[in-house]
């Protein structure tokens, strides 16, 4: 899949997973695979789902790859 994460198609796919799927590890799993192509709409999805992510796993994990990537948590 890591592969395919270029993709425009797929990163808009892993995108709505990331904001909608139920389980945490699948959103953990899709924040992995979106680590893999770092741009400006990954960094705003991973801000939106910050602020409104219930799973504190999911969060952190989230928060990392931001602040890893020197870019902030929130959204402004």
Not at 11 to 16: V, W
Not at 47 to 60: A, T, Y
């Amino acid at each position: 899949m890591k592969p395919l994460a270029g993709d425009p198609r797929v990163s808009k796919t892993l995108s709505q997973v990331l904001l909608s799927d139920t389980n945490p590890a699948v959103r953990m799993q899709v924040i992995d695979l979106m680590v893999a192509r770092r741009d400006d709409s990954t960094v705003g999805v991973l801000q939106n789902l910050v602020q409104r992510e219930e799973n504190s796993g999911v969060r952190l994990k989230a928060s990392k790859v931001l602040k890893d990537w020197n870019a902030s948590i929130g959204t402004f």
